[in-house]
């Protein structure tokens, strides 16, 4: 399993998932799942995001807003 908060763009895979053909090319990846032996590694379906940043979805995007509620980032003063 791969999770990432916003990978890389439906149109730059070349690998085969279950609904690759019906996802919109500027979609970002989520999540990724695979299935492995020692033959071959094959990816078994992933999770898409459509970009939309008022409704972020996914594990990585869960940890990273996370982070930033209990980590705030500090203002910096002006000299």
Partial sequence: MVVDGQGSPAAHFSEKW????????????????????????????KQMWDTDDGRPVGLGMFYFLLTQAMFPAKETKAR
């Avoid at 609904?19 to 590694?41: C, I, K, L, M, Q």
């Fill in 18 to 45: 279950p609904g690759r053909d019906a996802t919109p090319g500027h979609w970002r990846e989520v999540s990724s799942f695979y299935v492995a032996n020692r033959e071959r590694v094959e990816c078994s379906d």
